[in-house]
């Protein structure tokens, strides 16, 4: 299968470990670069899973893997009242995989881990569609709710696919993460973009999750203060699945699993040597400082 002047990159951290061979695996087939940036801790403050992440790394030689320090005590507090942390750290993943997109790419995918790309029908749109004439464009994915088999049918559109020469920090490291890319940057440009078959070309298995993990994930999202979420989490998994989400109130059908889900147990065969590279504490905050937004802070 063609490769395409594309980098993709991948946000990513343990918690994800179920999604991310798909993930790469389908980028793979499309992408001149897959680039994973992946924090040392969890944005709670929790050190990562570190032998997880080196069986992944080992399993996926042919992605460069970022990682980068957690170091909230060094970031000025002025910042937190430009953008929630939550939002920070997401976007400087992306800015973080950004600075290591290889010359000769010419557009960046921005994906989190739980994004999976349907990699031959993605490949297959590029070689049929103009998006090299768009600055940016939202890529329709498919959504799911507690199983994989449970697809709403309402799509969303949270992919986005982005000339590389249209991009700068100030974009990427932005409380609206993705979406400011996309709204701030001029068009052409275009939303909802599905395959040559009208069908979406991604599918988004964000909300995916065990009780726990679903608690987990809304004690740390950037939305955690807007509703009760803890309640509705466990409301929610006191009986089997209504047909609906707590989230965003979707329909459902019930369809065939993209690509089979582990919940437990999810190994990792080393396939090569990895490439990692490991930024030390200055290199990370010389990034961040790169948004003109901020020069009048004190790093």
Known sequence: MKKHPITTIVNFCSNESR?????????????SQVIVPVCDHFFDGTPENRALLDQIYAAFPSCLFIEYPFVPHKIPKKIWKKVDAAHFWHSLSRLIGYTFVKEESETVLFLDADEVPDGKRFAQWLENSDYMHHTALKLSNYWYFREPCNQALKYEDSVVLVQKWALESDLL???????????????????????????????????????????????????????????????????????????????????????????????????????????????????????????????
């Open 173 to 299: 490291l932005s409380q609206e993460e993705r979406d400011a890319i996309y709204n701030l940057l001029p068009g052409p440009k275009r939303r909802n973009v599905t395959g040559v078959d009208g069908n979406p070309m991604f599918h988004h298995y964000s909300w995916v999750r065990t009780q726990e993990e679903m608690l987990k994930k809304v004690s740390a999202w950037g939305h955690k203060k807007d509703r009760p979420w803890a309640e509705l989490v466990y409301e929610e998994f006191s009986a089997p699945f209504k047909g609906t989400d707590f989230v965003h109130g979707y329909s459902y059908k019930s369809v065939k699993p993209f690509f089979e889900i582990q919940f437990e147990g999810v190994v990792f065969e080393p396939k090569g040597v990895p490439q990692v590279k490991k930024l030390g504490v200055d290199e990370m905050l010389k990034l961040a400082k790169l948004k003109k937004n901020w020069n009048f802070l004190d790093f």
């Open 19 to 31: 999604f991310i061979r798909a993930t790469l695996e389908q980028a793979m087939l499309f992408s």
